[in-house]
């Protein structure tokens, strides 16, 4: 669909020891999920709830693509990762929901 943005996101649980990583066409809508445990699994059973990373692309298949590569990486990738851009492991999401 033209027009459209999909995101491969990364979340953690407060001591940042547990890493999600998922794909969205709506991330303030899905952080929104997780926060809220809406959606029982890995994020809810884990308390995953701050978002600590996150890449647009205009392509789905992209999207899934490098959130499959992402998801096949050691914890440890994933920490350099977020860390490229978001070295204090700051909630991205923090001021969405006031």
């Known amino acids: 669909m033209p027009g459209r943005i999909y995101y491969v996101y990364l979340m953690v649980n407060k001591t940042n020891t547990v890493v999600y990583t998922g794909v969205t066409n709506n991330l303030r809508r899905r952080v929104f999920e997780h926060k809220n445990k809406l959606v029982k699994g890995f994020t809810s059973k884990y308390n995953v709830n701050k978002l600590v990373y996150f890449e647009e692309t205009e392509d789905v298949s992209t999207a899934i693509f490098r959130e499959k590569q ?10 350099k990762l977020i860390q490229t851009r978001n070295q204090g492991f700051k909630d991205l999401s923090e001021y969405w929901y006031d």
């Open 70 to 79: 992402i998801k096949g990486w050691l914890r440890i990738k994933k920490i």
